[in-house]
């Protein structure tokens, strides 16, 4: 690979970094605190994934964020504690538990669609469909370089 074409992918991967940051913080995040005033940063990322799966182990919530397992440990104990979350055995295997969207959760999880559905106004449906393709792409070589990273 050339320099030019490294740095121009450092360059992108950072500007990309930097105003999904932006759009976090600035107007997902904001507009969701200004409801539900007791959540931390990172619990509505929590909440909506819980939402989008239903009933999800929290090992799984971990591969989408990245959080080690204390830490998201105490976050769903948090979350619990809160009122948002509620854990249960697995009724198929007893050694696994769940996490689901308590009622108080379902609100917080579908006022965070119609966020998400207000910031996804702003693009034509053409740019949303190249930016699902192009995450599929960046998430499928990101995968290949973690894979040959454990090698």
């Known amino acids: 690979m050339s320099e030019a074409t490294l740095k121009k992918i450092i360059l992108l991967m950072m500007e990309r970094d930097a105003l999904d940051n932006f759009i976090f913080e600035q107007t997902f995040q904001k507009k969701i605190s200004s409801k539900f005033k007791n959540l931390s940063k990172n619990q509505p ?63 917080c999880y579908n006022y965070s669609n119609q966020v998400v559905d207000e910031l996804l106004k702003l693009v034509d449906e053409k740019d949303i469909e190249d930016y699902v393709q192009s995450l599929e792409t960046m998430v499928r070589i990101l995968r290949k370089a973690v894979s040959q990273q454990i090698k």
């Open 45 to 107: 990322v929590v909440i909506k994934i819980i939402g989008m799966e239903g009933e999800i182990m929290p090992s799984t919530i971990g591969k989408y964020t990245g959080m080690d397992k204390s830490s998201l440990t105490r976050m769903v104990d948090d979350l619990e504690k809160k009122g948002f979350v509620f854990r249960k055995t697995d009724p198929e295997d007893r050694r696994k538990v769940l996490v689901s969207l308590t009622e108080k959760g379902l609100e």
